[in-house]
């Protein structure tokens, strides 16, 4: 399994502050993320302690995480993430095109570490059955999310994936999805240039994925100050000297 981190949002409701940056529970939201992600992998597959990676994705090696988003920062957001070796950074291409687009350019930098990807995504290999982690920097329970996704997943084939659903609400960017079927879909909306500031939601429209009901609130994100106030949540270091 590998992950998909959007950390690429320009946080209009929080004044420009970058969301990935807040502070929670002495980490940042993306540090949050990230180890969130690396447990989920590591409880579906042992992979990640056979691959060992560096944070330079070096020769031979394979990163299991991408984040996506403003690579100088994400990677200064990361400084206190316990799992920030297994990562790979990128930018979706243009900047801040949307989340579709992130997770273009996530799929597209994990592929660059593996000369294997290709098996991943070929229908009838048993590489076919690896999933995709994907989920949004801005949630501050997102590590609990991807466990209980993780837990999920195993009962799914290797064509269906798993989504989040809160309260009734479908969360796209809190789902597993099978890597080949994303991978086909992300193709197509590239050749049809229908990748930047595209819905997520019609990304996955091919994907065949399964509803996972999560406890109320689980996947609640931080789009405005309230938000975060009602979370606990300061401001990165860095921002705070400038509000």
Known sequence: MVAVILA????????????????????TLLAHTVDGAAQAIAQTTDQLAAQPTT????????????????????REWLADAESGRDVVF????PPFSGPAAGIAAGLAALAAQSDQWAQSVLPGSDAASEH????????????EVAALLAAEVVGCGAGSGIMAVDDGRKQPLAGMYPLAALQASVDAARQADKLQNASV?????????????????????IDTWQDARAQGIGASPAEAEGQ
Do not use: H, W, Y
Not at 15 to 22: C, D, E, Q
Not at 132 to 143: E, F, I, Q, S
Not at 201 to 221: H, M, Q, R, Y
């Open 90 to 93: 990128v930018q979706e291409d």
């Open 8 to 27: 690429g949002g320009l946080s209009r409701r929080l004044g420009g502050v970058p969301k990935a940056g807040l502070i929670f529970e002495g980490k």
């Open 55 to 74: 944070s330079g994705g070096g020769a031979g090696t394979r990163a299991r995480i991408a984040v996506v988003g403003p690579e100088e920062k994400t």
């Open 201 to 221: 939601f019609s990304l996955l429209a091919s994907v065949n994925i399964k509803e996972c009901v999560v406890p109320a609130g689980l996947t609640a994100d």
């Open 132 to 143: 995709v982690l994907v989920l949004a920097c801005d949630m501050p329970r997102a590590g």
